[in-house]
């Protein structure tokens, strides 16, 4: 995903964090990085493997999911001329990023893709050492960054991320009127409407570039033959984690 400071400019300015997002090629984005075997989705793991996430056809009413990339492309161009910027006046920015593959080569991908809207991007990579540091001082106009959630439930992806107080939410994004929204999903009893609810703010988010998804990723779990009993999880590394029904067949 992407974090961007919105305080200073570039990002600090609507139009161009919309630009940014139209101009997200996310397919491509898959097919460099996993073959083509991760998912596209919001900041709620995507179904069928995630229980909250939209349907792909919901999705693709979001700014920067919809399938006709060109006109994406072209929205997002007509907001960078609007700035300021053009094929003579590019916008040069940084995209900070871990000098690990993990994070260097999406980064890479990205610069690549934002040349079609004028956005003139160089890679700064830093050592893991020096990356959180960075973050906390949010030293950095955009920055390419990975998100593991612990379990697939509402709660945890959004009072981490996105809560205005919460030291996991590295952007800063902070925006009372959705964090109300997060309680009012909380407390919903019945599933489908907590559902939709969780829908609404997310689309909220991802309307608001609070911290644009790329793409999610998916892991292969390998274990020995002998081990019996274990169940490999969709949806969460932590489900069934006691290992209580797993045992050994060997002397």
Same mark, same amino acid.
């Given at each position: 995903?992407?974090?961007?400071?919105?305080?200073?400019?570039?990002?600090?300015?609507?139009? =161009?964090?919309?630009?940014?997002?139209? %101009?997200? &090629?996310?397919?491509g984005f898959m097919n460099a990085l996993t073959e083509g075997s991760g998912t596209i989705g919001g900041h709620l793991k995507p179904p069928p493997d995630g229980l909250w996430g939209?349907? %792909?056809?919901?999705?693709?009413?979001?700014?920067?999911?919809?399938? &006709?990339? #060109? @006109?994406?492309? #072209?929205? %997002?161009?007509?907001?960078?001329? @609007?700035?300021?910027?053009?094929?003579?006046?590019?916008?040069? =920015? @940084? =995209?900070?990023?871990?000098?690990v593959s993990l994070y260097r080569s999406p980064a890479a991908v990205l610069a690549n893709q934002l040349q079609d809207i004028y956005i003139e991007a160089g890679l700064d990579v830093v050592e893991t050492s020096h990356w959180f540091t960075r973050i906390g001082r949010r030293d950095y106009s955009l920055a390419l960054e990975t998100t593991g959630n612990a379990v697939d439930d509402p709660d945890q992806a959004f009072y981490e991320h996105f %809560?205005?107080?919460? *030291?996991?939410?590295?952007?800063?994004?902070?925006?009372? *009127? =959705?964090?109300?929204m997060f309680e009012s999903q909380s407390t919903e009893l019945d599933v489908d409407k907590r559902r939709q609810l969780a829908w609404d703010i997310d689309m909220k988010l991802l309307a608001d570039a609070a911290r644009p998804p790329l793409v999610w990723n998916r892991a292969a779990t390998c274990w020995q033959p002998y081990v019996k009993g274990y169940v490999p999880q969709i949806n969460s590394s932590y489900n069934g984690f006691r290992f209580e029904d797993v045992w050994l067949d060997r002397r």
């Open positions: 995903n992407i974090m961007l400071n919105r305080e200073v400019p570039p990002f600090d300015n609507p139009d =161009i964090r919309r630009a940014l997002v139209l %101009a997200l &090629d996310r397919q939209m349907p %792909a056809e919901v999705l693709a009413t979001l700014p920067g999911f919809g399938p &006709d990339l #060109e @006109k994406n492309r #072209e929205e %997002a161009r007509a907001l960078m001329r @609007k700035a300021g910027y053009g094929p003579d006046r590019p916008l040069a =920015i @940084k =995209i900070f990023t871990r000098a %809560a205005c107080r919460s *030291e996991r939410n590295y952007s800063r994004y902070c925006n009372p *009127e =959705i964090e109300r």
